[in-house]
C-alpha cells in the first residue's frame, strides 16, 4: 500500500479503517474459519462414525483380553482396559525416570571427558556424540535390541559380568534387595533421621550465630542423618539380599530386566546423553575462565569454586536445554514399540486395534504424554527459578 | 624428531617435554590419575577395533548388495527409475552451479559428494551405475561451468526453490504423458527423503505464520497459536504420526482416500511447523523493536515491514537452527517405519525379517546407520560453519 495524500482535517475514519474495528473484525474472520474447518471436519466425523461406532469411553471397562509381557502391577489380560492402560503409562514411567536419571549421569562424565587434558579420553567422547547424535533413535533401537539383546547366549551361557550381574537373551538378571518385615520399622528410623538432621541444622544455625564459627550446618546434617540411616539398616537388616542363581533353564532371585526394557533403556540413555554431553560441554565452557581465578585468587579452596562459582553458573546455562532433552527422552520412550515393550504407546496401539475406537484412544494417549511433558517442564521450571540469575 | 642436527649454542629442551614424547607426556601421562585413564581409554579402543575387525572380516555384504535398489528406491516401478535418477542429476547440476556461486562450505560439500560419487562408481558392480555415476560427476563440472558462464546468483537461488516441486512432479508423474507412481511404491532413501524434504518445505509457511501469530497482538489468534504449538511439542511424534495415519481418513469426506505416504507427509508437516514456528520465534525476537519502529516511521504498511524488514533478518538469523531442525527431521523419518511405511529404517526391518538373509542384521542396520550418520555429519558440519560464517551469538 502506498501513502496516498488523506485528509487529516477529518476527524471521523471511515470504519474500514478503524483499528479498532479492524482488530475485532480480523479475529472474528480468524474464529469463523476454524469453526468452519472444524464443523465440516466433524461433519465428516460423525457420518464416517455413524457407520460403525458410537463416541463413548465405555469400552474401558471392557474385558481387555491384552497379553502384556511386562507388569508392574498386578494384571491378567481379563482385566479392564484401562487397567492394562495403566500398565502402560506405569511402564512408560518406568523408562522415563530411570532414563532420566542415568541419561544425566552419562552425560555428565561425557561432557567432563570432553573437556579432559587427556587427549584420548577427549576424542572418544567426541567419537561417542557424533555417532549417537548422527544417526536415528530408532536404528540405534534396532540395533540394541535386534543385534544385541536378542543375540546374547542362552541363559546357560550368559555373560557374567563382575558383581553378580548376567546379560543373557532373556535379559539382564542382578541381585536384588526385597524388603522384608524389617522395612517399615526402617522407614520410621529414615522419618526420624530426617527430624535429626533438622535439628542438627538448627542446633549448628545457632552456634554460627553465636560464635561466627565456619558454616559446617549441612555437613553435621548429613552426617547425622546418614550415620542413623546407615547404622539402623545395619540393625535392622529392612532387606533380604536374593543373588540370582542358575536352577535349570533359568536364574532363581535376582531382579531381571527383560531384553525388551534393557534395550529401550540403553537405547534412549545412550542417545539421549549425547546430547546431554554436549550441553554439559557447553555449560563449562561458558564460565569465563577469569572467574574461575578470581575465586582461586580470593583464597576459595578448589572445592569451593567448584561448589560456589563454576557449577551455579554451568548449571545457569545448562538447565533450559537439558530441559528440553528431558522432555525429548519422555517423548521418545514412545519408541519403545519398536522394541516390543508394553508401554503407553504400544497398549495405546493395542486397545485400538482391539475396540477401533479411534479418537478416544489418541486423545487419551496425547492426554497422558501431555500431562507428563507438563510435569518435567513444571519441576525443571521450578529448578531452574532456583538457579537463575537473580536481577531487579 | 627433527632435522636439526646441526650444532648450535642453545640447549635442546629435553627431549621429554617436546615433540611425540612431550606430546605424549603432556596430553596423555601428566599425571599418574591421566596415565590410568589413557590405559582404560587404550583397552576400550582395542576391544573396540577388534569388535569392528572382527566384523568387517566376516560380514556378508551379499544382503546389501541383493536388496540394494530396495534400499534405494524401495518398490518404485523399475522401468521408472530414470526419474529418480534424472532428480538426482538435477541436484547434482545444482550443487555444482552452487559451488561455483558462493563457494565455501558448499564448496566443501561438493567436493565430499564428487568424492563419494568416484568411490561408490570405483564399488560399484555394473557398468551401468558406473557410467551413472560419473555422468553425475560430469553434471556437477557442468553446473560448476554453468555458474561460471551465468553468475546469476539470483536465478540460482530460485532453481532451487523451484526443484524440489519439479522434483516430486518429476517423481509422482501424472503430468505430460508421465505415468503416475502412486506413493504407496516410493520406498527407501527415495521415501527418507522425500519425507524430510516435504516435511521442511511444506511446514516452514505455517512454522512462520504460527511464530507470528504467537507474537500477535490479536489475542484469539495469539492463543490458538500458543495453543497448537504447546501441545504438538508436548505429544510424541509417533502419535502426531499415528492420529495422520489412522484418525486423518475418518475426518475427510466420504469416498476420499489419501495415500498412506500423504498422510504422514501431514503428519510431519503438522509436527514440524509447531518446531520451526518456536525456531522462527527465536528469530523474531532477536530483531530489536527499533528496526519495525524504523519501519513504521517511514510509511511501509505491516506486511511491507514483516515482508522487507523483519522476516529477511530473522529468518538470516535462524538459518543454523533450521539446518539443525532439518536434520532432526531426517532422522525422524525413521519413524514412519513403526505406522507400517518402508522407507530406509522400514525396508531394513522386513530385510532382517527375512527368512534367506537370517543372521544378517548386523550388516544391514550398519549398512543403513552409514547411510543416516553421513547424510547427518555433512548437515551437522554445514549448519556449524554457517553458524560461524552468519555469526548468530556475535551480533
Redesign the interface.
Known sequence: ?T?EPTNRSSAVIPFWRDVRVL?VV??VV??IL?LLIGVT?CN??T???AKFTTFSFDFLTSTASLPLAETTIPYEPHDPMYRAYIVGLLNTLRVIVLGIVLASMLGLIGGIARL??????AK?AVVYV??F????????L??WY??GVLRLPRVRDSIALPGDIHLSNRGLTMPWYDPNANFGTWLAVIGGAVVLAIVLSIAFGKLRQRTLARDWRALWSFLGFSAMVVIGANILNPFTVTVPELKGFNFEGGITLSPEYVSILAGLVLYTGAFITEIVRAGIQAVPRGLNEAARALGLSYVQTLRLVTVPLALRVIIPPLTNQF?NLA?????A??VAYPDL?FVG?GI?NMTGQ??QV?AM??AT??LI??TISVIMNFVNARFKLVER | MSGMATITDTIKPPVTSVGVLGWLRKNLFSSWFNSLLTIVALWLIYNFVVGLWGFVTTANWNVVIVNLRLFMVGRYTLEQVWRVQVSVAILAFLLGASWRAWGGIIQQIGISIAALFVVLALLAFETSSRVYLAANVALIAIGFGFAHLVRSRGLLVALWIASPFVIAILLYGGVGGLPIVATDLWGGLLLTFALAVSGIVLSFPLGVLLALGRQSSYPVIKWFSILYIEIVRGVPLVTMLFTAQIVLPIFLPEGMTVERVVRVMVGFTAFTAAYLAEVVRGGLQAIGRGQSEAAKAIGLNTIQILWLIVLPQAIRVVIPAIVQQFISLFKDTSLVAIVGLLDLAGIANSVISQKEFLGLQNEVLVFIAAIYFVCCYVMTYASRRLEKRLGVGER
Open positions: 500500500m501513502m482488530r480480523a479475529q480468524f474464529v476454524i471436519l465428516n466425523l457420518r464416517g462414525m579432559s587434558s587427556n587427549w584420548l579420553v572418544i557424533e555417532i547424535v548422527d544417526t536415528p533413535l530408532l536404528i540405534q534396532y540395533f535386534i543385534a522432555l517423548k521418545n520412550s514412545s519408541l514399540t519398536a504407546f496401539g485400538y479411534t479418537i489418541v494417549m496425547m504424554y501431555l511433558s507438563l
